[in-house]
């Protein structure tokens, strides 16, 4: 599809930065999109469908999974989640540089299926600062920190097969590597 350079995903272990250098990159140029994610969770309070996500069954989920319309999913808290082909397709169509925050696994499929997207690998500056960022957040127990951190040594050897990688040792400067591997592959002003 012609639109491909208009796709970026970023992926990298949980407590990396993706969603706050995402937010500053999106922050600084709202010409860039996201998608809404499909989820078979209930709305939380203040959440609208088709705003935060859309929000379906489990059995209209994995119709739409079957059927190819959901390009990638995950499991988390027994609920599924998943990056819509409908949301991703029509603004490549549109020509509008779309930024999607997925995990490893997902990023692979996505540059499956397009080929001419970029997926870039977000990593942290050392080990230690990773497990620092999990641990500071204060919303994992200690089981479920180490449980992250064991996924993100998987996720960390999995990184050569990306495009591009940006280590977070500044969100500013995280930001504006983003934002400078968009321009480049995708023609955006500099």
């Given at each position: 599809m012609e639109g491909e350079k208009y796709l970026f995903v970023v992926a990298g272990p949980s407590g990396v930065g993706k969603d706050s250098v995402m937010a500053k990159v999106r922050a600084a140029h709202p010409e860039i999109e996201k998608t809404v994610s499909i989820?078979?969770?209930?709305?939380?309070?203040?959440?609208?469908?088709?705003?935060?996500?859309?929000?379906?069954?489990?059995?209209?989920?994995?119709?739409?999974?079957?059927?190819?319309?959901?390009?990638?999913?995950?499991?988390?808290n027994d609920h599924h989640y998943g990056t819509l082909k409908s949301e991703v397709?029509?603004?490549?169509?549109?020509?509008?540089?779309?930024?999607?925050?997925?995990?490893?696994?997902?990023?692979?499929?996505?540059?499956?299926?397009?080929?001419?997207s970029t997926i870039i690998f977000l990593l942290p500056p050392s080990w230690e600062v990773l497990e620092q960022r999990l641990r500071g957040r204060g919303t994992d127990s200690d089981a479920d920190v180490k449980n992250r951190l064991s996924i993100?040594?998987?996720?960390?050897?999995?990184a050569g097969a990306f495009d591009a990688w940006i280590v977070n040792r500044d969100l500013d400067q995280a930001a504006a590597e983003l934002y400078g591997i968009m321009a480049s592959r995708a023609g955006l002003p500099e």
């Open positions: 989820t078979t969770r209930a709305p939380r309070e203040g959440e609208a469908e088709g705003v935060n996500y859309y929000y379906r069954t489990e059995e209209q989920f994995q119709q739409l999974l079957a059927a190819g319309e959901i390009l990638e999913s995950n499991c988390f397709e029509k603004r490549m169509a549109a020509g509008k540089p779309v930024l999607l925050n997925i995990d490893v696994h997902g990023a692979a499929n996505i540059k499956r299926l397009y080929p001419g993100a040594r998987d996720e960390l050897q999995r």
